[in-house]
């Protein structure tokens, strides 16, 4: 029998974005476990439940052990891991957000994530958004779902400075991301001299 | 582009958005007693003003919540953007 290898689905761009400058860095960031938490009003029990307060103020995220809890709506949350397996992770938070009247599935599988460093990484993304990504506004702790160029992502803010930011986007809309992204920089891109 | 106000995520683009038709039409308090003509009017018959008309959205590519709002129809202006739970406001 064939064996299945796992392939990334950006791998076919590494080169590309190595040939990128360093005032737009992108990276690809490995594989996390996410989990897809729905919970109504939050009781207060469920931060010592889950050992993270997850954020109610909209377009908000904060450091929940090594991962991250992102608002996705008034009763909607993504936490994610890059110590548990997604099994792992999907049943503790399950385990903590059950008895409370929540929910929890592993999407882990639904977004992969990509990471954009360099002085430039503003101007690159307002190209295909307009949210006001100034770190005065967009400081570390903000996240926004949105859609850049024609894809949905979930933007999150890593820098007080705006030179950070981290990109979660569809497996399936990874391929047309990092085509878009790459045009996207093209103006910062030095030509490769003859 | 055009920005619409989400009551949730502040002002995104309007294609981030998907219209939901007209705002504010009751369930019947007793479906069982409405004749065919009753349903009709209650499931296809909508309000076509000009000019301001309360209508649902939807942020699709955001929260994925619905929400309503005051949109003049000749101007195409969100007047009032507001959640479900709130009452219809009365712009003067």
Not at chain 1, 26 to 45: F, K, N, Q, S, W
Request: glycine letters at 8%; hydrophobic letters at 40%; one cysteine or more.
């Amino acid at each position: 029998m064939a064996e299945l290898l796992r392939t990334h689905p950006l791998e076919g761009w590494s080169a590309a974005f190595e040939r990128l400058p360093d005032t737009v860095r992108i990276t690809v960031e490995p594989y996390v476990a996410m989990v897809d938490v729905r919970l109504g009003p939050v009781p207060a029990e469920a931060s010592t439940a889950l050992g993270v307060d997850l954020p109610t103020a909209p377009n908000t995220w904060v450091p929940a052990g090594t991962g991250r809890a992102v608002w996705l709506g008034p009763d909607e949350w993504l936490v994610s891991s890059t110590t548990e397996t997604p099994e792992e992770l999907e049943a503790r938070v399950r385990a903590a957000v059950l008895p409370l009247g929540g929910s929890a599935a592993d999407v882990s599988a639904q977004r992969i994530g990509l990471r954009l460093t360099g002085a430039r990484v503003r101007d690159v993304l307002a190209k295909g958004c307009s949210i006001d990504l100034h770190p005065r506004v967009f400081g570390r702790g903000r996240s926004a779902q949105t859609a850049l160029g024609q894809a949905g992502v979930v933007l999150l803010a890593l820098s007080d400075a705006g030179d950070n930011h981290g990109v979660l986007v569809r497996s399936s809309f990874a391929g047309y991301l990092a085509e878009w992204l790459l045009d996207a920089a093209l103006e910062f891109t030095p030509t490769p001299t003859r | 582009m055009q920005l619409i106000a989400c009551p949730w995520c502040g002002p995104r683009e309007e294609v981030e958005f998907s219209y939901g038709g007209q705002a504010h039409v009751p369930y019947p308090d007793d479906p069982g007693a409405l004749s065919d003509e009753e349903w009709a009017h209650y499931v296809f018959f909508r309000a076509n003003p000009k000019g301001r008309f309360a209508e649902r959205w939807n942020h699709s590519a955001g929260c994925r919540r619905w929400f309503n709002a005051i949109r003049d129809t000749a101007t195409y202006r969100f007047e009032r953007v507001y959640r479900l739970d709130d009452p219809k406001p009365v712009i003067p």
